[in-house]
Structure formats: structure tokens, C-alpha cells
């Protein structure tokens, strides 16, 4: 029981990351209509981004958002006076945060920018798609390839 | 991060992921695909990613469902696969 709950349910987005990301890549390969392709593309980016998130995950750990106790006052975390000293008492006040209590919020970050950029390559992609039902007036790829001339050197 | 919680929602992402591509109604297709992005939006809000979570709410699941649809009304509903 020990081994399955490490084994599965502990890394059970380990797990789906990797359904996912194949699921994703078959659509890609395998599908013949071309907004099917684009939907497992997009199934493909979000498997990353969930691998991604899935690394900074801590088990009790709570949101990267400091309450404002453990914020000092003025947002500084060193307070020195106008003559050069500095305050050591205001220095011991200063809260204690353990980093274990809190997710990694790196991954999310760059992420971030991943969400942005596969929005914007999911809409590149279908005025391409639109182009190209204007042109051949279908969106099946094996339709599209029938329809295609090939040149003499071709 | 709350494991039972985010073991049904990984499920139900493999589900919307496989309808979303077996569905021939393209509409359809465009549709589950925002319950998809939805469904992930909650398991980033549950995984601690709060900023990742409404960034997708709002870029991933609105937007693209949109393009995707108005895509969708411009060329062909049907599709053969």
C-alpha cells in the first residue's frame, strides 16, 4: 500500500502530465481535420505547464502571497537611522518565514509567459487555417494535399 | 494542495481531453475544450498558482474558446474525424 500511494498517487500529475502530453502529440500526428490538430497543440502546451507547476507544489504549503504581519512597515526589511546606525531591535523584529510554507512561485512565473505565447501561436495558427479554407476550401488535410499541384519538379 | 481533490480533477482532464478530440461537431470540439481550460484553471488555483490560474481564465479559456469558435463559423463545422 506504502509503495502504491508513492508510486501513483504522490506523483499522480507526474502521471496525467504524461497522458496528456501524448494524447496532444497523437491529435498532432494523427488527426486529419486541422482544428483538431490545433486542439491537441493546445492540449500539448498545457501538459507542459502543468509539469512545470507541478514542480513547485510543497505539501502544506500555502499561496506566495506574504499576509500583512510578516510584512515589516514601509515594505523595508532593514531599518536604518539618519546618523548610520543601525536599529537592532527593529532588525529582531523582523518576521521569520520558513520558505517550506510556501509554493515555489519561479515555475509560475515562467509559465506565464508559456500561457501567453501559446494563446498567440493558437490564434497565428487559426487565421493560417482560415487562409487556407478560403483557398482550398476545405480544412481536411487529405483533401488539401489532393487539391495541391505539384510543379514538374515536384 | 488537497490530493483527493486534485485526483478527480486530473481524471476529468483526461476525459474532456479525449471527447474534445473524438467529437466530429467541431462547435462541440471548441466547446469542451473550454471546459478543459476551466478545469485546469482550478487545479493551478488548488496547486498554489493563483497568478498562473487567472491568467488562464482569462487568456487560455476566454480568448482562445472565442477565437476558436468564431474560427469555427468562418470555415467548416463538420469534421470527418
Not at chain 1, 7 to 35: D, E, P, Q, S
Not at chain 1, 48 to 61: C, H, N, P, R, T
Not at chain 1, 107 to 131: E, F
Request: aromatic share 10%.
Amino acid at each position: 500500500m506504502d509503495f502504491f500511494y508513492q508510486t501513483f498517487i504522490a506523483k499522480f500529475n507526474y502521471w496525467i502530465y504524461v497522458i496528456l502530453m501524448m494524447i496532444g502529440l497523437f491529435a498532432m500526428i494523427a488527426k486529419n481535420n486541422l482544428i483538431k490538430k490545433l486542439v491537441g497543440m493546445c492540449i500539448f502546451q498545457t501538459a507542459i505547464i502543468l509539469f512545470y507547476v507541478s514542480i513547485g507544489v510543497k505539501q502544506d504549503a500555502r499561496i506566495p502571497i506574504l499576509t500583512k504581519d510578516e510584512v515589516p512597515h514601509g515594505g523595508h526589511y532593514t531599518t536604518e537611522h539618519h546618523d548610520g546606525h543601525k536599529d537592532h531591535k527593529a532588525d529582531q523584529e523582523r518576521p521569520y518565514i520558513d520558505a517550506k510554507t510556501i509554493t515555489n512561485p519561479i515555475p509560475h512565473v515562467l509559465m506565464l509567459t508559456a500561457i501567453v505565447v501559446g494563446v498567440s501561436t493558437l490564434g497565428v495558427a487559426l487565421a493560417i487555417a482560415q487562409k487556407v479554407h478560403l483557398h482550398y476550401g476545405s480544412l481536411e488535410e487529405d483533401e488539401i494535399l489532393a487539391k495541391i499541384p505539384l510543379g514538374n519538379d515536384g | 494542495m488537497i490530493w483527493s481533490f486534485d485526483i478527480i480533477i486530473l481524471i476529468f482532464l483526461v476525459i474532456t481531453a479525449v471527447i474534445a478530440l473524438t467529437v466530429k461537431d467541431l462547435l462541440a470540439s471548441s466547446m469542451v475544450l473550454g471546459i478543459y481550460s476551466f478545469l485546469i484553471c482550478i487545479l493551478w488555483a488548488e496547486m498554489g498558482a493563483v497568478d498562473v490560474a487567472f491568467t488562464e481564465a482569462a487568456v487560455g479559456a476566454g480568448v482562445s474558446t472565442v477565437i476558436m469558435i468564431a474560427t469555427v463559423f468562418q470555415t467548416a463545422r463538420k469534421s470527418k474525424d
